[in-house]
């Protein structure tokens, strides 16, 4: 009898005692969106237009210190979905689903899994885990390999004119896919004409589907969508990119590499691209030409947002829905001279977090605590009424929810080669070969002075934090 089963029963158990007067759970609105860094009206950048995504956060609280625990899309979506630490590369979600198949007992479930077992019918569109319709194989498309085992009722990727979900996820205008060399693929494009011409268009349109077929059932719904854009390539509706006609950037802070040894790297993921033989960290002007069609991208999906909460509020459910918009990890346009995530610097840490509870206290301020992803699993948990698994390791963000001026607390980060901790004031990166970078955020060089050197007690200390905190 499978552990999926018996908690289906458990739940439904504990349902008929509580008897009708019992509060109905509420729903989970879970939006995910690929690469999206904090560069939001919201979050102080005037320069972009994000209106469903800044009216989303007058709505609710914008966690401005928001930090994920990997720089990339594979390892920072496990958290997510897991509510625990993992492997630091994309295949984690992968490897974690070979284990639920040798030893079930001793995996614990994932985050849809949980709330599945709890009554409520969970579907995932898009992007939510690391490949999007969560299958293996070339295609991505492999029935037989499933990257989150027992979580999803329903699983979906449209993918169109794409033919694959991997064609669909690095795909341009009108079915164009990424081929095996991708130097003979455009960076950046801005094709005229609607939505449903990049694969982001079609998975609102199923995302929207199925909330209404969801907020019609008699069961709670767990709903995940996961937007694409503005992953590379920078591909949206010209209209989008449109906006930005004649509007000023800010400059790039720090756009030079660091001195001496970080975790920057070549940006080789951006490099591969077809770039037209320029270089954004030699040409000013190509720069900020990238810069416009990633805001670009960033437009696009927020308007696809503010499409699938347009349909939430429609159908009526959203009286009862706890609405969290996610951004997987940050990306540098050109700070530290890096274009892409992949550091343990800020720029590829932070990203936006915003939380929407029915009925929440002072809706609209925003919390400068430090908070983490992995805080995301039992913070749900607590605004559903659902109980909170003891093998989840964050920290339910309920308070800050009511209170924007709760403190908040660590946040831990991972990569291959090296491991940080971010504290209220400080962050330290400790790499695998003993060396050790520390930051101060309260100075004016933040992350381009490594002060490690003269602080060897501080080191100490927050060394100790993270080893300790990391093997929890």
Same mark, same amino acid.
């Given at each position: 009898?499978?552990?999926?089963?018996?908690?289906?029963?458990?739940?439904?158990?504990?349902?008929?005692?509580?008897?009708?007067?019992?509060?109905?759970?509420?729903?989970?609105?879970?939006?995910?969106?690929?690469?999206?860094?904090?560069?939001?009206?919201?979050?102080?950048?005037?320069?972009?237009?994000?209106?469903?995504?800044?009216?989303?956060?007058?709505?609710?609280?914008?966690?401005?210190?928001?930090?994920?625990?990997?720089?990339?899309?594979?390892?920072?979506?496990?958290?997510?979905?897991?509510?625990?630490?993992?492997?630091?590369?994309?295949?984690?979600?992968?490897?974690?689903?070979?284990?639920?198949?040798?030893?079930?007992?001793?995996?614990?479930?994932?985050?849809?899994?949980?709330?599945?077992?709890h009554g409520f019918t969970t579907v995932s569109v898009g992007k939510v885990s690391h490949h999007p319709g969560g299958r293996g194989g070339p295609g991505w498309n492999d029935a037989a390999k499933v990257e989150m085992p027992n979580a999803w009722d329903r699983h979906l990727m449209p993918v169109g004119v794409w033919k694959t979900p991997v064609g669909a996820m690095h795909g341009l205008a009108h079915g164009k896919a990424r081929p095996?060399?991708?130097?003979?693929?455009?960076?950046?494009?801005?094709?005229?004409?609607?939505?449903?011409?990049?694969?982001?268009?079609?998975?609102?349109?199923?995302?929207?589907?199925?909330?209404?077929?969801?907020?019609?059932?008699?069961?709670?719904?767990?709903?995940?969508?996961?937007?694409?854009? =503005?992953? /590379?390539?920078?591909?949206?509706?010209?209209?989008?990119? %449109?906006?930005?006609? #004649? !509007?000023? &950037?800010?400059?790039?802070?720090?756009?030079?590499?660091?001195?001496?040894?970080?975790?920057?790297?070549?940006?080789?993921?951006?490099?591969?691209?077809?770039?037209?033989?320029?270089?954004?960290?030699?040409?000013?002007?190509?720069?900020?030409?990238?810069?416009?069609?990633y805001a670009a991208c960033v437009s696009y999906a927020d308007k696809l947002v503010g499409d699938i909460l347009a349909k939430l509020k429609e159908t009526g459910a959203d009286q009862n829905t706890v609405i969290v918009l996610w951004g997987d990890h940050g990306w540098h346009l050109g700070e530290h001279g890096i274009w892409g995530k992949q550091s343990l610097f800020e720029e590829a840490l932070r990203s936006p977090l915003i939380m929407?509870?029915?009925?929440?206290?002072?809706?609209?301020?925003?919390?400068?605590?430090?908070?983490?992803?992995?805080?995301?699993? =039992?913070? /749900?948990?607590?605004?559903?009424?659902?109980?909170?698994? %003891?093998?989840?390791? #964050? !920290?339910? &963000?309920?308070?800050?929810?009511?209170?924007?001026?709760?403190?908040?607390?660590?946040?831990?980060?991972?990569?291959?080669?090296?491991?940080?901790?971010?504290?209220?004031?400080?962050?330290?990166?400790?790499?695998?070969?003993?060396?050790?970078?520390?930051?101060?955020?309260?100075?004016?060089?933040?992350?381009?002075?490594?002060?490690?050197?003269?602080?060897?007690?501080?080191?100490?200390?927050?060394?100790?934090?993270?080893?300790?905190?990391?093997?929890?």
């Amino acid at each position: 009898m499978s552990r999926l089963f018996i908690a289906t029963i458990l739940g439904a158990c504990l349902s008929a005692c509580v008897g009708g007067a019992a509060e109905p759970p509420k729903n989970v609105l879970l939006l995910c969106i690929d690469d999206l860094r904090p560069e939001l009206n919201c979050f102080g950048a005037s320069h972009i237009h994000s209106p469903n995504i800044d009216r989303l956060a007058a709505q609710g609280r914008a966690f401005q210190r928001h930090y994920v625990n990997a720089p990339s899309c594979g390892p920072s979506r496990c958290t997510l979905l897991t509510g625990r630490y993992g492997a630091a590369g994309n295949a984690a979600l992968f490897q974690r689903a070979k284990e639920v198949t040798k030893s079930p007992d001793r995996v614990p479930p994932s985050m849809p899994e949980w709330f599945r077992s709890h009554g409520f019918t969970t579907v995932s569109v898009g992007k939510v885990s690391h490949h999007p319709g969560g299958r293996g194989g070339p295609g991505w498309n492999d029935a037989a390999k499933v990257e989150m085992p027992n979580a999803w009722d329903r699983h979906l990727m449209p993918v169109g004119v794409w033919k694959t979900p991997v064609g669909a996820m690095h795909g341009l205008a009108h079915g164009k896919a990424r081929p095996k060399n991708a130097k003979e693929f455009a960076l950046f494009e801005a094709a005229v004409g609607p939505d449903s011409i990049y694969p982001d268009g079609l998975i609102a349109e199923e995302g929207i589907k199925q909330l209404e077929e969801l907020a019609a059932a008699d069961r709670p719904f767990f709903l995940a969508i996961g937007l694409l854009k =503005p992953h /590379l390539p920078f591909g949206a509706p010209k209209h989008y990119l %449109d906006l930005y006609d #004649g !509007v000023a &950037l800010p400059p790039t802070p720090h756009a030079t590499k660091p001195e001496g040894k970080t975790t920057w790297h070549g940006s080789g993921e951006f490099m591969k691209y077809n770039r037209w033989g320029r270089d954004p960290r030699q040409d000013l002007a190509f720069a900020e030409a990238v810069r416009r069609h990633y805001a670009a991208c960033v437009s696009y999906a927020d308007k696809l947002v503010g499409d699938i909460l347009a349909k939430l509020k429609e159908t009526g459910a959203d009286q009862n829905t706890v609405i969290v918009l996610w951004g997987d990890h940050g990306w540098h346009l050109g700070e530290h001279g890096i274009w892409g995530k992949q550091s343990l610097f800020e720029e590829a840490l932070r990203s936006p977090l915003i939380m929407v509870a029915p009925d929440m206290k002072q809706a609209g301020g925003k919390s400068n605590a430090v908070v983490s992803t992995l805080d995301i699993f =039992p913070t /749900l948990c607590d605004l559903t009424g659902v109980e909170t698994p %003891d093998f989840a390791q #964050g !920290v339910s &963000l309920q308070a800050m929810l009511q209170d924007p001026t709760v403190e908040g607390h660590l946040a831990l980060a991972y990569q291959s080669r090296a491991t940080t901790i971010r504290t209220d004031t400080y962050r330290l990166i400790a790499h695998k070969n003993g060396h050790i970078e520390l930051y101060d955020h309260t100075s004016r060089e933040k992350e381009t002075v490594n002060i490690a050197p003269a602080h060897p007690e501080l080191v100490a200390q927050l060394k100790a934090q993270l080893s300790k905190n990391l093997e929890q």
